[in-house]
């Protein structure tokens, strides 16, 4: 199933921060962060495995809570570069390579 | 220099017909993707392979074919069973788990498929 990410859309101004989210109703493995400009192929930003870790990717951060299966990506002081569709990816179990994305969240900033 | 290369940028397809979307990669990676985009949404996947001679279907499989006959190569068939195939097309793959840093997908730069 795919993930719930929320929200489907944000506008920032720049400077500003911001947060999304990633759910999803069973538990999981890993959870996969990509971001992609219009046209283009995603790029990676950041992998989290289960254990509750947050992991950091200069003003760009994200957590995972195991217990809730909720992913949170945290964009620190956003640059106008930031802005693009946000994906999280989830992974179900370490045996199994099926990558299931969400949605996608669209962040706009604005000068 | 190693990569993914997907091929053609722009595809058309007449009603009826099938299309073959390329996909070929010397990462040597065992894992490969194939996901279905439509304007303003998000990825979902089509097929997905682990190993050579082997592949499973994704979440959206129907009215789609995929063969892997070599580690480097996972070309998708679009076929006239599939009524609504215009989409922007992404293969990715993937080097195997165990070293964190290089879990993550590598993506070609896409096709994009278009009924005449």
């Known amino acids: 199933q795919q993930p719930v990410q929320s929200p489907q859309a944000v506008i920032l101004r720049e400077g500003e921060d911001a947060v999304i989210n990633c759910s999803s109703s069973k538990a999981l493995y890993s959870v996969h962060w990509y971001r992609q400009k219009h046209g283009e192929a995603p790029v990676f930003l950041m992998i989290l495995l289960k254990g509750g870790e947050q992991k950091g990717h200069e003003k760009i951060s994200a957590s995972f809570n195991e217990k809730k299966q909720q992913s949170s990506l945290y964009l620190t002081a956003s640059q106008l570069s930031y802005s693009g569709t946000y994906f999280c990816?989830?992974?179900?179990?370490?045996?199994?390579?099926?990558?299931?994305f969400g949605t996608g969240t669209r962040l706009t900033i604005i000068p | 220099d190693g990569g993914i290369t997907q091929s053609p940028k722009y595809l058309f397809r007449k009603e009826g017909q099938n299309v073959t979307l390329s996909c070929e990669q010397n990462?040597?990676?065992?894992?490969m993707y194939w996901y279905r985009q439509d304007p303003g949404q998000g990825l979902r996947l089509i097929y997905y392979?682990?190993?050579?001679?082997?592949?499973q279907k994704g979440d959206i499989a129907e009215g789609y074919s995929v063969s892997r006959e070599k580690k480097e190569s996972f070309p998708l068939t679009v076929t006239s069973a599939q009524k609504n195939p215009t989409a922007f097309y992404l293969c990715a793959s993937r080097p195997p788990k165990g070293g964190l840093s290089n879990e993550k997908l590598f993506f070609g730069s896409g096709t994009q498929l278009s009924v005449l």
């Open positions: 990816g989830t992974e179900r179990n370490f045996g199994n390579e099926k990558l299931t």
């Open positions: 990462l040597n990676h065992d894992a």
């Open positions: 392979s682990q190993i050579v001679n082997d592949f």
